[in-house]
T-cell receptor, first 113, second 112 residues
Framework: DQQVKQNSPSLSVQEGRISILNCDYTNSMFDYFLWYKKYPAEGPTFLISISSIKDKNEDGRFTVFLNKSAKHLSLHIVPSQPGDSAVYFCAGHPMDSNYQLIWGAGTKLIIKP | DSGVTQTPKHLITATGQRVTLRCSPRSGDLSVYWYQQSLDQGLQFLIQ???????AKGNILERFSAQQFPDLHSELNLSSLELGDSALYFC???????????FGEGSRLTVL
């Protein structure tokens, strides 16, 4: 059974510091992972992705790290800004599926001024 | 603006009623996905269509149905509504199946 888990429902970080959001998955049969950001009453928006053959992908303030041995990925936001306050979803694409992503439950990030 | 349009944005109805939610995907996207989000919970995948054909089904109730039309817009029909059906319903589209999804702003359904 393939699952993607975000075990922290919320995270509070001081503005300007680093935010680290974590995601775990249950087996190795994912070929890529994505992070989405969601503001209240809006649809999720794509942030960044990483292929399972990579261990790092960077885009501006956002970096995703993939640790395949630990079946763990993390999203780093540096420096954190007030506009980063949102819910962040991690999603994995199973290798044997063309069709759907498997989503984590989300982590609410709060950036404190 | 993701390019995915959902209507209506808000809908209030009574238990037992039937509603239809509509989605227009981004221009050129053949895949349409429907998701449900209840009370700050995660996204629950309901169903996916690709170029008019159903391709994958998730946790979609039998009271719910969907279709994708030749012009690629999609409709999600919810019938015999219950209080627990109150949720945000998101539509998403993608150019490649399962790849990056572009979400609409959602339709908020309130069942009283």
């Amino acid at each position: 059974d393939q699952q993607v888990k975000q075990n922290s429902p919320s995270l509070s970080v001081q503005e300007g510091r680093i935010s680290i959001l974590n995601c775990d998955y249950t087996n190795s049969m994912f070929d890529y992972f994505l992070w989405y950001k969601k503001y209240p009453a809006e649809g999720p928006t794509f942030l960044i992705s990483i292929s399972s053959i990579k261990d790092k992908n960077e885009d501006g303030r956002f970096t995703v790290f993939l640790n395949k041995s630990a079946k763990h990925l993390s999203l780093h936001i540096v420096p954190s800004q007030p506009g980063d306050s949102a819910v962040y979803f991690c999603a994995g694409h199973p290798m044997d599926s063309n069709y759907q992503l498997i989503w984590g439950a989300g982590t609410k990030l709060i950036i404190k001024p | 603006d993701s390019g995915v349009t959902q209507t209506p944005k808000h809908l209030i109805t009574a238990t037992g009623q039937r509603v239809t939610l509509r989605c227009s995907p981004r221009s050129g996207d053949l895949s349409v996905y429907w998701y449900q989000q209840s009370l700050d919970q995660g996204l629950q995948f309901l169903i996916q269509y690709y170029n008019g054909e159903e391709r994958a089904k998730g946790n979609i109730l039998e009271r719910f149905s969907a279709q994708q039309f030749p012009d690629l817009h999609s409709e999600l029909n919810l019938s015999s509504l219950e209080l627990g059906d109150s949720a945000l319903y998101f539509c998403a589209s993608s150019a490649r199946q399962g790849r990056e999804l572009f979400f609409g702003e959602g339709s908020r359904l309130t069942v009283l």
